[in-house]
């Protein structure tokens, strides 16, 4: 009987022991284990502010045909081009919106003398954007422009093309 006695008392101590066996290797084996192989993971990009790409400098942004009759000019492109040209605003003038990424948007609007197309190119300061091109042969056309929605010049090259600025 004293042996039944001891077996019972021995055996809980055992499952006792057994168990604080099992919980600390366990533990070790949690934190010996080596982890994990980790991924290299690239920092995801910082997200961006939808709009227009800075420019890192001067770079073409608008053309524009001037035209003796606008209007059909309007139509032509229109056609030819499947454009969509909205003249609705207080000039009549039609703007042509950029067809995706890596295009740029235009006009068709009437003209002062002959009619031409044109190129404008963003520059920091018409003025003196003017100034430099003055001293390389051209010709200032229209000076700088506030219009509202732009600040705008045009100049004529030493060849006779009419070059336009958008200040920006």
Do not use: C
């Not at 524009?64 to 032509?76: S, T």
């Not at 609705?88 to 031409?116: C, E, F, H, K, L």
Request: charged letters at 25%.
């Amino acid at each position: 009987m004293a042996k039944k006695a001891a077996r019972k008392k021995s055996a809980p101590k055992a499952k006792a022991k057994k168990a604080k066996t099992t919980a600390k290797t366990k533990a070790r084996k949690s934190v010996a284990r080596p982890a994990k192989r980790a991924v290299a993971r690239k920092a995801a990009p910082p997200e961006t502010v939808a709009g227009p790409p800075k420019l890192t400098g001067p770079s073409v942004v608008h053309w524009e045909v001037q035209a003796r009759d606008p209007g059909a000019q309007m139509r032509f492109f229109g056609d030819l081009f499947g454009w969509n040209v909205d003249a609705n605003n207080p000039q009549n003038y039609g703007m042509v919106t950029p067809a995706g990424p890596g295009s740029i948007g235009g006009g068709i609007g009437p003209t002062m003398d002959a009619p031409r197309a044109t190129f404008y190119v963003q520059v920091p300061s018409i003025a003196d954007t003017l100034d430099k091109a003055a001293t390389m042969g051209a010709q200032t056309l229209m000076p700088r422009t506030d219009i509202g929605m732009i600040v705008m010049a045009q100049f004529r090259d030493p060849e006779g093309n009419v070059i336009g600025l958008v200040e920006g």
